[in-house]
C-alpha cells in the first residue's frame, strides 16, 4: 500500500512511502502529521516580557472598559513595583506569597501617609487576590 500526502496542504512538502498494508500507511500519515503540528523545530518561544507590560497589555485590552479599571491598573502597578517588577516567565507563587506576608505585616503600602491606619486586613488581601486572579484570567482570554 503507498501512502502519498501533503503535510501543510498544497504548500506542504509531499511525502511518499510504502507500506505492507493500508494500517501502517494510515498510522505512518497520522504520525507524521501529528509531528508536523507539533513543529518542534522551532522550539519553545522564551517570554521575556516584565510583568509591568503584561499589566499594560491587559489595560489597554480589558481594563480601559472596566467602570474602575484605572483604580486596578494603579494597584496592579504599586503591586509590580513591590515586587521589584520580574520578569512574567519567572514569576511564581512564592514572590507573590513573599509579597504578601510583607503586605500583612505593613511593610509595603499602597496608600499616602495621610490614610495609612496600619497593616492591611486579611480580608482585604484576599479580596486583592481574587480581584486579581479574576482579573487577570479575563484579560488573559485577550489575545496577547
Keep these: 500500500m503507498a501512502c502519498d500526502f501533503y503535510t501543510n496542504g498544497r504548500e506542504g512538502t509531499r511525502i511518499r512511502k510504502r507500506f505492507a498494508s493500508k494500517g501502517e500507511a494510515t498510522t505512518f500519515e497520522h504520525y507524521t502529521l501529528k509531528k508536523v503540528e507539533e513543529k ?13 507590560v503584561l499589566i499594560e497589555i491587559w489595560f489597554s485590552m480589558y481594563g480601559v472598559s472596566l467602570s474602575n479599571g484605572q ?3 494603579q494597584k496592579f ?13 519567572t514569576f511564581t507563587a ?7 506576608r510583607k503586605r500583612m505585616a505593613g511593610e509595603i503600602t499602597f496608600v499616602d501617609s495621610k490614610w495609612q491606619k496600619g497593616a492591611p486586613s486579611i480580608a482585604t488581601l484576599n479580596s486583592e487576590l481574587a480581584k486579581s486572579l479574576k482579573n487577570w484570567a479575563n484579560g488573559k482570554a485577550q489575545t496577547l
Excluded: C, Q, T
Design 40 to 52: 518542534p523545530w522551532k522550539g519553545d518561544k522564551l517570554e521575556n516580557r516584565r510583568l509591568s
Design 71 to 73: 483604580i486596578i491598573y
Design 77 to 89: 502597578e504599586h503591586m509590580v513595583k513591590a515586587m521589584g517588577n520580574p520578569v512574567a516567565s
Design 94 to 100: 512564592n514572590m507573590y506569597a513573599e509579597f504578601r
